[in-house]
Every structure is written in C-alpha cells, then in structure tokens.
T-cell receptor, first 115, second 112 residues
Framework: NAGVTQTPKFQVLKTGQSMTLQCAQD?????MSWYRQDPGMGLRLIHY???????DQGEVPNGYNVSRSTTEDFPLRLLSAAPSQTSVYFC??????????????FGPGTRLLVL | GENVEQHPSTLSVQEGDSAVIKCTYS??????FPWYKQELGKRPQLIID?????GEKKDQRIAVTLNKTAKHFSLHITETQPEDSAVYFC???????????FGTGTRLKVLA
C-alpha cells in the first residue's frame, strides 16, 4: 500500500490564481481530512469528509473548497489564492473499527507559497 | 467547539532526563486524545493515544495520562534520547465526530 499520497510536493502561485491539491489513499479509509500547518499554530483543520459525497467544514474553511466523489480521493481547491494561504498542507485519513476512532495517517504534505 | 492548549512551546532537556508536555481541552465530550511526533520536514506520526475510559497508558519510554475532571492530558517521555528531538502535538476528538483538534505543538530538544 502507498498509504496517503499528496501532489504536488511544492507549488508557487501568484495571488488570485487557482489550484487543486490532490490527496489519495489506498487503505479504503472512510474518513479524510485536510489540515494546514503554520509556524506556532499547529495543525488546523480545514475540511473533512466522513465518506464519499459527505464533507464538512473544520476550523479554517474560508478560501477552500472540497469534494469527495470517491472513497480514495479528497482534493482541496483554492479558488483565488491569497498570501495568507502560504502554508504546508497535510491530508490525513482514518477509519473506525467497531465504532471506535482510529489513528490518522498523514500524507507527506504539500508546501504552498503564494506571492 | 473544541479548543486545545499545549504547553510549553519549547522544551530543552539533557539526554537521559524526563520530558513532560501538557495539554488542556475545553469540550468535556471529547473522548479520544492522540499524540503525534513530527520530525523536521516530515509528516506527523502517531506515537501514543488514550481514550476517555482510561486514566493512563504506557508504551516503553512513553506514557500518557488523562484527568477528565480537570480536562488535562500529558505526555511523559523518560530516559530521553537525541532521536526524541522533534515537535510533538496533542489532539482531542469530540465524541460523535471524527474531527481532531490539535494543540499548537511543543518543540523538544534533547541535548547530548
């Protein structure tokens, strides 16, 4: 299993440009999440999904859109990039066992710079 | 919603000493508390977790304690080694959700 994969590894955007950060997992996990990591601020939840066709907002959803058309993929879209969105983005997945929470597996991250 | 505070933000210890990192959470309904270790340039990885029906859990040199009444949980690392140097994050997950709210992280430096 490849686990959780993310592309691209690094991206430079100009203010106002749009892009999609890709996330895929091959573990048949139901739950997927997107986080952003900024210095001194830990990991902040952007959006999450509890299954195909179901998404919800996290702590910092503004400026980001998500969709979940398949179990494997959970792309994150920036419609109009802003310098404040410069960050490292992590995707994570997990699955419950017998109704209990299980650990999250993180992808390798995407480093985004918005000029 | 849930809020998690983590202290200290940086911690330096001598090799062989113990390290303690503390977190508090606000939502008394949270029932799952994982700890993640993140090495420089790498992804976070789970090192230990605890559920609300347990007060303490230990795995070799790492232990986590939970005080539900005070809404505190702590990570204890004994006999620290240079390879323990990393950023550590605590998190809390409210019952009935699969949301994980993270603390702001502690940078641990183990001095040889």
């Amino acid at each position: 299993n490849a686990g959780v994969t993310q592309t691209p590894k690094f991206q430079v955007l100009k203010t106002g440009q749009s892009m999609t950060l890709q996330c895929a997992q091959d573990m048949n996990h139901e739950y997927m999440s997107w986080y952003r990591q900024d210095p001194g601020m830990g990991l902040r939840l952007i959006h999450y999904s509890v299954g195909a066709g179901i998404t919800d907002q996290g702590e910092v959803p503004n400026g980001y859109n998500v969709s979940r058309s398949t179990t494997e993929d959970f792309p994150l879209r920036l419609l109009s990039a802003a310098p404040s969105q410069t960050s490292v983005y992590f995707c994570a997945s997990s699955t419950p066992t017998s109704g209990r929470k299980e650990i999250q597996y993180f992808g390798p991250g995407t480093r985004l710079l918005v000029l | 919603g849930e809020n998690v505070e983590q202290h200290p933000s940086t911690l330096s210890v001598q090799e062989g000493d113990s390290a303690v990192i503390k977190c508090t959470y606000s939502d008394s309904a949270s029932n799952y508390f994982p700890w993640y270790k993140q090495e420089l340039g790498k992804r976070p990885q789970l090192i230990i977790d605890i559920r609300s029906n347990v007060g303490e859990k230990k795995d070799q040199r790492i232990a986590v304690t939970l005080n539900k009444t005070a809404k505190h949980f702590s990570l204890h690392i004994t006999e620290t080694q240079p390879e323990d140097s990393a950023v550590y994050f605590c998190a809390a997950s409210p019952a009935g959700t699969y949301k994980y709210i993270f603390g702001t992280g502690t940078r641990l430096k183990v001095l040889a």
